[in-house]
């Protein structure tokens, strides 16, 4: 879950384009994690420390790890429990933008430390999904909505971030939620949850963007932009939301109730209260969430 | 029965949904099969076509899956209807049981799960 709020951190601080974040999420998967920068994140090691090891590594054909012990750097303990240990897999994106020379070691340690103390995360406790990180995570992202998440919202979110993963892919970045009072959509569909919590949410994209959603969300290859596709959109919002509604009603014994889904196109939604839309950035396109409290 | 001669009545306002569950049927060698996409037309089908079995969503347009259910159980007290929902809440499990529903599946849809529903119901191919 961290990488996408890294991504999401990258791009607010305006460390980096949309453009290299994507490529840097599309190229994930191809990537391992290398020693030094696991050095550098877990504070061992510094910047400098990892490039004067690299550059030693130019022309003595020895590993890494047995440079470092050389040099003083690190134990033989240290390297073992380096490379035991389970890779933050926001570090992924630091060390693809590292070797892509986006960014320098040093600048990429400059960042490992200030999106940890941000988000209260500790070094020790990376390698799992805390829930009070991925709070903060959340909450630090809606801070610029001067919207105070309730504790139900803030469950819908999760859960949603964490259906995005399941049932579309982890290849995104959360982009900079904002309050509108109005909103034009593309292809969209609309479901209302009643009840003691009651909010509608709507689920937005553009066509090209819904063909490569609905292949990725049925696991079927879509050529064009058909009723398929189109109920794609409205079935993945309505087992979303009715996922929430089990989640409330396991946690907490409250009983909501769902709407029917509803397709609209081109259609402009307007609100007296303020709605929070949350864009969310995939390498085939921008899926709007859209939620009126 | 058979699977391939049973009647199956797939009710769900997504035609999404419906092809899905409708794949994942044919490939265990269902054939017959009736579309319907409010509550409404599902009772409307099975009053007409008498199906087998009846895959149902619950929250649907026009009449809610429990509704259906009702309605249908009142016109046929055998109806063999399967609950196929994203809301598998203890609430609306009780409640469709309660009103009749011999089965009830979270979505999202799980082949083994159909494949044990149907087993318990029909000759294979």
Same mark, same amino acid.
């Given at each position: 879950?961290?990488?996408?709020?890294?991504?999401?951190?990258?791009?607010?601080?305006?460390?980096?384009?949309?453009?290299?974040?994507?490529?840097?999420?599309?190229?994930?998967?191809?990537?391992?994690?290398?020693?030094?920068?696991?050095?550098?994140?877990?504070?061992?090691?510094?910047?400098?420390?990892?490039?004067?090891?690299?550059?030693?590594?130019?022309?003595?054909?020895?590993?890494?790890?047995?440079?470092?012990?050389?040099?003083?750097?690190?134990?033989?303990?240290?390297?073992?429990?380096?490379?035991?240990?389970?890779?933050?897999?926001?570090?992924?994106?630091?060390?693809?933008?590292?070797?892509?020379?986006?960014?320098?070691?040093?600048?990429?340690?400059?960042?490992?430390?200030?999106?940890?103390?941000?988000?209260?995360?500790?070094?020790?406790?990376?390698?799992?999904?805390?829930?009070?990180?991925?709070?903060?995570?959340?909450?630090?992202?809606?801070?610029?909505?001067?919207?105070?998440?309730?504790?139900?919202?803030?469950?819908?979110?999760?859960? +949603? $971030? #964490?259906?995005?993963?399941?049932?579309?892919?982890?290849?995104?970045?959360? =982009? @900079? &939620?904002? *309050?509108?009072? !109005?909103?034009?959509?593309?292809?969209?569909?609309?479901?209302?949850?009643?009840?003691?919590?009651?909010?509608?949410?709507?689920?937005?994209?553009?066509?090209?963007?819904?063909?490569?959603?609905?292949?990725?969300?049925?696991?079927?290859?879509?050529?064009?932009?058909?009723?398929?596709?189109?109920?794609?959109?409205?079935?993945?919002?309505?087992?979303?939301?009715? +996922? $929430? #509604?089990?989640?409330?009603?396991?946690?907490?014994?409250?009983?909501?109730? =769902? @709407? &029917?889904? *509803?397709?609209? !196109?081109?259609?402009?939604?307007?609100?007296?209260?303020?709605?929070?839309?949350?864009?969310?950035?995939?390498?085939?396109?921008?899926?709007?969430?859209?939620?009126?409290? | 029965?058979?699977?391939?001669?049973?009647?199956?009545?797939?009710?769900?306002?997504?035609?999404?949904?419906?092809?899905?569950?409708?794949?994942?049927?044919?490939?265990?060698?269902?054939?017959?099969?009736?579309?319907?996409?409010?509550?409404?037309?599902?009772?409307?089908?099975?009053?007409?076509?008498?199906?087998?079995?009846?895959?149902?969503?619950?929250?649907?347009?026009?009449?809610?899956?429990?509704?259906?259910?009702?309605?249908?159980?009142?016109?046929?007290?055998?109806?063999?209807?399967?609950?196929?929902?994203?809301?598998?809440?203890?609430?609306?499990?009780?409640?469709?049981?309660?009103?009749?529903?011999?089965?009830?599946?979270?979505?999202?849809?799980?082949?083994?799960?159909?494949?044990?529903?149907?087993?318990?119901?029909?000759?294979?191919?």
């Amino acid at each position: 879950m961290y990488s996408q709020f890294f991504g999401n951190y990258l791009l607010s601080k305006h460390i980096i384009p949309a453009d290299k974040l994507i490529s840097a999420i599309e190229n994930l998967h191809t990537k391992h994690i290398k020693l030094g920068t696991l050095a550098i994140h877990a504070g061992l090691m510094t910047a400098a420390q990892v490039d004067a090891i690299v550059i030693r590594q130019t022309h003595e054909d020895k590993r890494f790890g047995e440079l470092a012990i050389e040099e003083g750097y690190l134990t033989r303990e240290q390297v073992n429990s380096l490379l035991d240990q389970q890779t933050p897999d926001y570090l992924l994106i630091g060390q693809y933008l590292v070797d892509n020379g986006t960014l320098t070691n040093a600048q990429l340690e400059d960042l490992i430390s200030s999106y940890q103390a941000e988000n209260k995360i500790s070094n020790l406790e990376h390698t799992n999904i805390q829930k009070e990180n991925l709070q903060t995570l959340i909450r630090n992202l809606f801070l610029i909505t001067d919207t105070e998440l309730s504790e139900n919202l803030f469950k819908y979110l999760t859960l +949603l $971030f #964490n259906n995005l993963i399941r049932f579309i892919g982890e290849d995104f970045a959360p =982009l @900079n &939620p904002s *309050v509108c009072k !109005e909103y034009l959509t593309s292809q969209c569909s609309t479901q209302i949850i009643n009840g003691e919590f009651s909010m509608t949410s709507y689920f937005d994209m553009q066509e090209d963007t819904a063909i490569i959603f609905a292949s990725r969300y049925v696991k079927e290859k879509f050529e064009e932009y058909d009723e398929y596709v189109q109920a794609s959109i409205e079935d993945f919002l309505n087992l979303h939301n009715g +996922l $929430f #509604n089990v989640n409330v009603s396991n946690d907490d014994s409250i009983e909501l109730f =769902l @709407n &029917p889904p *509803v397709s609209m !196109e081109n259609t402009l939604i307007s609100s007296a209260s303020n709605m929070i839309l949350l864009p969310i950035m995939y390498p085939f396109g921008i899926l709007n969430f859209l939620i009126k409290l | 029965m058979k699977l391939e001669d049973a009647k199956i009545l797939i009710g769900d306002d997504s035609i999404l949904a419906r092809k899905q569950l409708k794949d994942i049927i044919s490939s265990l060698g269902g054939r017959n099969f009736l579309d319907a996409s409010n509550g409404q037309e599902v009772i409307d089908i099975y009053k007409e076509q008498s199906p087998e079995v009846v895959f149902l969503d619950i929250v649907m347009p026009v009449k809610d899956g429990n509704t259906a259910i009702a309605e249908i159980m009142e016109f046929d007290p055998k109806a063999d209807i399967v609950i196929v929902s994203s809301v598998g809440t203890q609430s609306q499990l009780k409640q469709a049981i309660q009103l009749g529903a011999k089965d009830f599946l979270q979505k999202p849809l799980n082949r083994r799960q159909i494949e044990s529903i149907l087993n318990n119901r029909f000759e294979g191919r």
